[in-house]
């Protein structure tokens, strides 16, 4: 089962994450003991080692085509309560475990009016409640205590992909 997990990483990390993902419903079937034995963070990657445009690929590229908030009833009600809108890309989300770590996190927090990590655009989606504050600071901290990292966070009409 191991060597399983260490292909499906494998895998992952050398193909195009949304198609791989699209393209293979292994990782919805994933033990929480695997899971717990997965390396997410490892999947980030250093930039000081390597020259973006041989590596084909370009961050500032990839930000300009950023996710816009995905839409849920929970996310729509919360907006339409005067809730501000959060996009934040987070790094090694690929499983339905890693959204139930997320969900919990930010779920607790008060300041959140509304969550939905979305697997295929590799998002969290906040909408922070009318008058209260999550700062970028809070967001990477509540982030890392779920075991992720981020590389971009987005706000009001960024988020709303404008």
Do not use: S, W, Y
């Given at each position: 089962?191991?060597?399983?997990?260490t292909a499906i990483t494998a895998l992952l990390l050398t193909t195009s994450l949304p198609s791989a993902y699209a393209e293979s419903d292994t990782a919805q079937s994933v033990t929480p003991?695997?899971?717990a034995d997965m390396k997410h963070g490892d999947m980030a990657h250093d930039h000081a080692s390597?020259?973006?445009q041989s590596a084909g690929h370009d961050h500032e590229s990839a930000n300009s085509a950023a996710a816009s908030i995905t839409r849920t009833q929970e996310i729509s009600d919360a907006l339409e309560q005067g809730?501000?809108?959060?996009v934040v890309d987070v790094l090694g989300?690929?499983?339905?475990?890693?959204?139930?770590?997320?969900?919990k996190v930010f779920g607790k927090r008060d300041e959140v009016a509304a969550v939905y990590?979305?697997?295929?655009?590799?998002t969290l989606n906040l909408v922070v409640s009318k008058g209260a504050a999550l700062?970028?600071?809070?967001?990477?901290q509540l982030a890392m205590k779920a075991g992720y990292r981020i590389a971009a966070i987005r706000r009001d009409s960024q988020a709303m992909g404008g």
């Open positions: 089962m191991r060597q399983l997990f003991e695997a899971h390597h020259d973006h809730g501000n809108p959060v989300v690929v499983c339905d475990f890693c959204a139930v770590a997320m969900n990590v979305d697997l295929d655009k590799k700062t970028d600071k809070d967001i990477e």
